[in-house]
């Protein structure tokens, strides 16, 4: 649902139908049944396989017989968040958005332009009249947790081998690489004590930028979950309390925006406690003015309840402020490219057990593995359990590549500008597609979105417009 949606572009009116459809990652069935069913309407070929992946196909247009088939290809799930407070059931509720300017924004919400708006221009062409080769269009489930749909894909059901990927944020760039990963779980198991303590408190960090932690790594963004450690830490070092729970972040590929914590504390700590948590957050805030200037610390009342060992609370607290966490090393080929990261984006409290998620990336597979070693190391050193939970392969640089000139050509005639060819930090599918259908040339562009990933992600209507344009002009130039 976007209020103010103004005009007859196919691509948004798509795009607006897709915002009323439930589709966090694994809660696909929604889409993918809508997709199969639009397909089924339009007489077009569909395919839907186990894990609800989506292929339709059309047959190419009079005089682009001969031409290679194309596929494009995109994912149908959206990384869920919503701002702390907004209550938001995503798996009945439509996501509000409304059109300010050139951008329609979801205030309160992810707007899940990534990746819905592949699927909304992939739907426009499909409808449409324009010309094109055989085309093969291919939207895959769970990309935005474990790449489910691309790991589990069967490659018989496609015969092109040129693909465009529809999953970049930028326009005027090429993306023709992108870097592989690891997501993780460091577990602890929790263990209670007795206490005496009587007074309980909810120390909150808030307000931080938050983004997508490949593509807003670089910008050193604080993390909710790893700064409130710290600042329990700096205060846990001159003052006797007990914490009772930590949480935060929602996601492994998500800088969290908030975490929180319960301590608990003899009433005459209070305000020595209260201070020394309010000194260690305003170094934190110093060190982060300019990347997240609202960042705040809420120091509340909270119901009693059970408190942790010291050694569950001191092995929690070194794992958060020894882990890596953040850019790990740039590329020493392409300059200013992050070559490997981590983000520690969730943390998550059971009745049993603390579950620390994260991601680690990088183009250079040695590099996860480093990574993972010292992710694991940090953890068993405190009585944590490292748990991998899923990987996915680099999208190497192909020297040649008769569609990366193609479109370098098509850009360059249609806006007089060189366009910008790159390889990204992000995730992309297109590597786990190289061994799930075959090699391919391959590459991604996509229109101007911000905030991906986090409440208030944004798209560009006038770029949206321009993408969907190169797309066409991309598919009719023969060869």
């Not at 995109?74 to 439509?94: L, Q, R, T």
């Not at 329990?232 to 070092?237: G, Q, R, S, V």
């Not at 209260?274 to 170094?283: C, G, H, R, T, Y």
């Not at 250079?364 to 593995?369: A, G, H, P, S």
Request: hydrophobic share 40%.
């Amino acid at each position: 649902m976007i209020k103010g949606l103004k005009g007859d572009s196919p691509v948004l009116k798509f795009f607006a139908d897709i915002t009323d459809i439930p589709r966090c990652s694994k809660n696909e069935e929604q889409i993918s049944n809508y997709l199969k069913q639009w397909a089924l309407d339009r007489k077009l070929e569909v395919i839907q396989d186990h894990v609800n992946n989506i292929i339709i196909k059309k047959p190419a247009s009079k005089g682009y017989e001969e031409e290679p088939i194309t596929i494009l290809q995109g994912h149908m799930d959206m990384v869920c968040g919503a701002i702390k407070g907004y209550e938001h059931n995503f798996c009945s509720d439509p996501i509000e958005a409304v059109v300010e300017g050139d951008r329609i924004i979801a205030k309160n919400t992810t707007l899940g332009a990534d990746d819905g708006i592949a699927i909304a221009m992939m739907l426009a062409l499909l409808d449409g009249d324009y010309p094109h080769p055989a085309l093969e269009c291919l939207i895959t489930v769970d990309e935005e947790t474990n790449m489910t749909g691309a790991h589990e894909l069967e490659g018989e059901h496609l015969q092109g081998r040129r693909l465009i990927n529809i999953d970049s944020e930028e326009e005027g760039i090429i993306t023709v690489g992108c870097a592989g990963g690891l997501i993780n779980n460091v577990v602890f198991q929790k263990e209670f004590k007795e206490t005496e303590k009587a007074t309980f408190l909810k120390v909150e960090l808030g307000g931080l930028r938050g983004g997508h932690s490949g593509s807003d790594i670089q910008e050193a963004r604080g993390n909710a979950i790893i700064l409130l450690a710290r600042i329990l830490k700096m205060a846990y070092e001159h003052h006797d309390f007990d914490i009772a729970d930590f949480h935060g972040g929602s996601r492994p590929n998500v800088i969290p925006q908030d975490a929180e914590a319960v301590i608990a504390l003899e009433s005459e700590e209070i305000d020595g406690v209260v201070k020394a948590l309010n000194e260690a957050a305003d170094i934190i805030k110093s060190e982060y003015i300019a990347t997240d200037p609202n960042a705040h610390l809420t120091i509340t009342e909270a119901p009693s309840q059970k408190v942790l060992t010291r050694k569950v609370s001191d092995g929690i607290l070194n794992y958060l402020v020894t882990t890596p966490n953040g850019v790990n090393t740039f590329s020493k080929k392409i300059e200013g490219l992050v070559e490997s990261s981590t983000n520690i984006g969730a943390a998550i409290s059971s009745d049993d057990t603390f579950a620390f998620s994260s991601q680690i990336r990088s183009d250079v597979e040695t590099k996860i593995l480093e990574i993972a070693m010292k992710n694991r190391t940090a953890a068993e050193v405190n009585g944590g359990v490292f748990e991998k939970l899923s990987a996915y392969k680099p999208w190497e640089y192909a020297e040649e590549s008769p569609l990366r000139e193609k479109a370098v050509k098509i850009w360059k005639d249609l806006t007089g500008d060189e366009p910008t060819v790159e390889m990204i930090h992000a995730g992309l599918e297109c590597g786990i597609l190289q061994d799930s259908i075959a090699k391919m040339d391959m590459i991604s562009i996509g229109p101007d979105m911000d905030g991906v990933h986090a409440p208030g992600e944004n798209l560009s209507i006038q770029s949206t417009e321009k993408i969907f344009n190169y797309l066409l002009k991309l598919l009719e130039l023969k060869g």
